[in-house]
Nanobody, 124 residues
């Protein structure tokens, strides 16, 4: 059974930092793109960041560019989201996601596996 388990969420003051982790189990995702999404209360889920299967390409939502960094450790089957200069509008449940297909270009990814989410709350 494939599982994506997020951790690292919590309460932080504006301007602070957090690092989210997403540990995958049940299969390896070393050949699959992975990403992070978020959903704030009363809003639709939105894309935050993605990383290619090789780790050589990344993409970010405009709202987080320059503040968030996505990375992966294939040996640990884990993807990370380093978040800095956090703002109250970053408050949301953050979800990890993975593409079921291998070697997909980042622009063509369809995320089919999802974690349960971790809450990030940024106070002003």
């Amino acid at each position: 059974q494939v599982q994506l388990v997020e951790s690292g969420g919590g309460l932080v003051q504006a301007g602070g930092s957090l690092r989210l982790s997403c540990a995958a189990s049940g299969r390896t995702f070393s050949r699959n793109a992975m990403g992070w999404f978020r959903q704030a209360a009363g809003k639709d889920r939105e894309f935050v960041a993605g990383i290619s299967w090789s780790g050589g390409s990344t993409s970010y939502a405009d709202s987080v560019k320059g503040r968030f960094t996505i990375s992966r450790d294939k040996a640990k089957n884990t993807v990370y989201l380093q978040m800095a200069s956090l703002k109250p509008e970053d408050t949301a449940v953050y979800y990890c996601a993975a593409d079921a297909s291998q070697f997909t270009r980042l622009v063509d990814v369809t995320y089919e596996y999802w974690g349960q989410g971790t809450q990030v709350t940024v106070s002003s």
